[in-house]
């Protein structure tokens, strides 16, 4: 019995032996987990560089963390929370909101979040600051005549029963250029916020706007996470990230093991 079985014995071995090492070397584990399309609440696919949820931190750059808890994504940048309400990785774009200002003109509190130009973000083209003012209040020359408080065209009202005399103004940089300010009002708070240019045009018309619907259209975003790195990986058959030994550096999956940047398919054995 022992002299048959130790020949097929002599080949299972020879057969475990030469396969260890090629099933380890062939199948890269971070390019197969990369390649997955991870769900991050109401997106369907967030592409390199964003992760969060499922998706390990070594399949994005560590600066993009998406929080995928709520009913849509969530970024934080320079410390204040953004929704995110598209992802565009051809143009390297993301459409932010303000959480805070999300279904609502009039946050409890009020930041002043201005993203600096940091190196990983900055406002795309088509972005228009939006002046938020707060309990203002017409200065008393002017309030002596009822009629101008009452056709002030770019007010919007922070609670149901809001008094005549107390009101909230929104000034867009193509109101302020056209001469509207609010030099005839003192507000006790303001807030600058960036919405979406196009969006934004619509509450210089004549008819006064909806600037909830304007907050919620968000505003762009581009991204700078090693763009052309990324571009190059992907031509190559590879997928972005970032190296976990090295945190901070790019890299690029292949199917056979990891490059700084793009997959050498001149080692791989079937040339394609
Ligand atoms: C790849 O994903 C699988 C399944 O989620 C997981 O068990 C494994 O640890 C991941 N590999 C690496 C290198 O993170
Ligand atoms: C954009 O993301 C999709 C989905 O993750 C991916 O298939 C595609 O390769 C990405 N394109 C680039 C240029 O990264
Ligand atoms: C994640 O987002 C949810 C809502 O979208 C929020 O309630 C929660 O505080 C966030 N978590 C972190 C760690 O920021
Ligand atoms: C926002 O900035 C303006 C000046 O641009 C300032 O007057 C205002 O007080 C700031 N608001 C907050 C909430 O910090
Ligand atoms: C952004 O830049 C302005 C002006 O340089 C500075 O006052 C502010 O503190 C910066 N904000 C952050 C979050 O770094
Ligand atoms: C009050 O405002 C109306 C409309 O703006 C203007 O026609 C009228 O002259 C003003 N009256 C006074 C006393 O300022
Ligand atoms: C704001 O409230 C005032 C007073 O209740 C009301 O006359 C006005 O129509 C309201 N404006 C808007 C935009 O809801
Ligand atoms: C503005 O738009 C929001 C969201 O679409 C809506 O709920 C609200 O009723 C609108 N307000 C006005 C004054 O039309
Ligand atoms: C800006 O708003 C316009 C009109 O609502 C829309 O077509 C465009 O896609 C928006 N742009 C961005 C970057 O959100
Ligand atoms: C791009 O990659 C290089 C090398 O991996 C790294 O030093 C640099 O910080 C990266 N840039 C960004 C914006 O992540
Ligand atoms: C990842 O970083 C380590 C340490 O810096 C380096 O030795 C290794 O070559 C890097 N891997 C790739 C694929 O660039
Ligand atoms: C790609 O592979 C070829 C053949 O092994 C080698 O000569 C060349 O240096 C490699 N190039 C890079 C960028 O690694």
Redesign the pocket.
């Known amino acids: 019995m022992h002299l048959h079985l130790f020949p097929t014995f002599c080949v299972l071995m020879t057969i475990i032996l030469i396969h260890i090492p090629t099933s380890s070397g062939a199948d890269n584990e971070q390019y197969t987990n990369c390649s997955r399309s991870y769900p991050c609440a109401n997106i369907l696919d967030i592409p390199y560089p964003f992760w969060g949820g499922d998706k390990p931190e070594y399949c994005g750059?560590p600066?993009f963390h998406l929080n995928c808890t709520g009913e849509a994504p969530q970024i934080t940048i320079e410390s204040r929370p953004y929704r995110v309400l598209a992802i565009d990785n051809g143009t390297f774009t993301l459409n932010v909101a303000q959480e805070e200002f999300w279904n609502n003109d009039c946050p409890s509190e009020l930041h002043n979040a201005t993203i600096n130009a940091t190196?990983?973000f900055e406002y795309a083209p088509n972005t228009e600051v939006l002046m938020l003012y707060y309990g203002c209040r017409v200065t008393s020359t002017l309030q002596l005549n009822i009629s101008t408080t009452i056709t002030i065209p770019n007010r919007f009202n922070c609670s149901e029963n809001q008094s005549t005399e107390i009101f909230s103004v929104y000034v867009t940089a193509s109101l302020a250029s056209s001469g509207q300010s609010i030099s005839n009002m003192n507000c006790s708070n303001s807030v600058e916020v960036r919405v979406n240019k196009t969006a934004a045009e619509a509450l210089a018309g004549p008819a006064s706007g909806n600037v909830t619907q304007v907050l919620n259209s968000g505003f762009g975003l581009v991204w700078?996470?090693?763009n052309t790195?990324c571009q190059s990986c992907v031509r190559s058959g590879g997928w972005c990230g970032t190296?976990a030994t090295?945190p901070?550096?790019?890299?690029c999956y292949c199917s056979d093991q990891s490059y700084?940047v793009s997959c050498n398919l001149t080692t791989s054995s079937s040339g394609t």
């Open positions: 750059h600066s190196t990983y700078a996470a090693n790195d190296n090295n901070g550096s790019f890299v700084p």
